[in-house]
Antibody, heavy 119, light 110 residues
Framework: QLLLQESGPGLVKPSETLSLICTVS??????????WGWIRQPPGKGLEWIGS???????YYNPSLKSQVTIAVDTSKNQFSLKLISVTAADTAVYYC???????????WGQGTLVTVSS | NFMLTQPHSVSASPGKTVTISCTGS????????VQWYQQRPGSAPTTVIY?????PSGVPYRFSGSIDSSSNSASLTISGLKTEDEADYYC?????????FGGGTKLTVL
């Protein structure tokens, strides 16, 4: 059974870089079935797709976040990562890693991790 | 940019039927599949409907999805409401390589 687990700092200072890791267990991140993605949810608000990556290295980003975001895969560690640069308080959210089928629907979610942007 | 619009909230009594709408801003909502996710407080979302009207294993038959091309909208219908159905519901679709979520609907079971 595929499982996803987010990890990373829970507090990031404004203007710095938010970095998160998603560790995949129970399956290979090199699988051709899945796209690997990040989705966030500010406190009390809705879901926002951040971006996705396929094992070929192809990346897809939310146009509103594209200038800030990098998603990468580390096959040696069976992990994928999120980097969000120049963060502000508006980037405070629960960040979920997820698997997507055909880059169109979310099949599996991690449990989520809260990242607060504050000095 | 393609957007999905949902009502902010709906409510109904136990045993009744409720429908949550999800309207596409442009194009044809039928061009790409629509999914519906349920999110209870403090938990990650889970899928209740995928590919417009398919139920994942373990989701009760009380949950159903449909598409209405004439109104460019998708709907999630929950029949025989139970108190455990009280949650936030999000529709989601896809357009031009981007994943799009609706703003979410809070379902209250009175």
């Amino acid at each position: 059974q595929l499982l996803l687990q987010e990890s990373g700092p829970g507090l990031v200072k404004p203007s710095e870089t938010l970095s998160l890791i998603c560790t995949v267990s129970g399956g290979s991140i090199s699988s051709s079935i899945y796209y690997w993605g990040w989705i966030r949810q500010p406190p009390g608000k809705g879901l926002e797709w951040i971006g996705s990556i396929y094992n070929s290295g192809s990346t897809y980003y939310n146009p509103s976040l594209k200038s800030q975001v990098t998603i990468a895969v580390d096959t040696s560690k069976n992990q994928f990562s999120l980097k969000l640069i120049s963060v502000t308080a508006a980037d405070t959210a629960v960040y979920y890693c997820a698997t997507l089928i055909a880059q169109q629907l979310v099949e599996l979610w991690g449990q989520g991790t809260l990242v607060t942007v504050s000095s | 940019n393609f957007m999905l619009t949902q009502p902010h909230s709906v409510s109904a009594s136990p045993g009744k039927t409720v429908t949550i709408s999800c309207t596409g801003s442009s194009g044809s909502i039928a061009s790409n599949y629509v999914q519906w996710y349920q999110q209870r407080p403090g938990s990650a979302p889970t899928t209740v409907i995928y590919e417009d009207n398919q139920r994942p294993s373990g989701v009760p038959y009380r949950f159903s999805g449909s598409i209405d091309s004439s109104s460019n909208s998708a709907s999630l219908t929950i029949s025989g409401l139970k108190t455990e159905d009280e949650a936030d519901y999000y529709c989601q679709s896809y357009d031009s390589s981007t994943v799009v979520f609706g703003g979410g609907t809070k379902l209250t079971v009175l």
